[in-house]
C-alpha cells in the first residue's frame, strides 16, 4: 500500500551529496518507525537504514555507515536521508517504509505498512 511519498533523488558524481525526503500527505509519521531501502534491478530491496518513532540510535547498514545520515522533522512530518560521499555502488532506487519498532525487522522489508513509490539516485562518472 503506498502512502509514502520520496523525493530527492538524482544523478550525482562519486563524493557527491544527496538529500532523500520521506513524507506522509495523509498521516502522521510520530507513530511509526521508518526505513530506507535501495533495491537494483535483478535484485532484493536491501535495507540501508531504519530511524525508531522516538528517532534514537538508527540502524545503518555497515556499507553506509558514516557516511549517510538519518534524521526525522516531525513539524514537517518528513524523513531524510542525507547521503555523502556517494559512490557508484550506491545507485539504486531508494524506497522509505513506515511500520511499528516492534513489528518491522531493522535489516529487511519486513513487516512495513506503508511504501513510498522510490526515487532513483545515479552515482557516475
Known sequence: QL???ESG?????????LRLSCTA???????????WFRQVPGKEREGVVYIGISGGPANY???VKGRFTVSRDNA???????????KPEDTGTYYCGA???LVVDRYTDYGYVYWGQGTQVTVSS
Open 76 to 86: 514537517k512530518n518528513t524523513v531524510y536521508l542525507q547521503m555523502n560521499n556517494l
Open 25 to 35: 500527505p495523509k498521516f502522521s509519521l510520530d507513530f511509526y518507525g521508518i526505513g
Open 9 to 17: 533523488g538524482g544523478l550525482v558524481q562519486p563524493g557527491g551529496s
Open 61 to 63: 547498514e555497515d556499507s
Open 3 to 5: 502512502q509514502l511519498v
Open 99 to 101: 511500520g511499528d519498532d
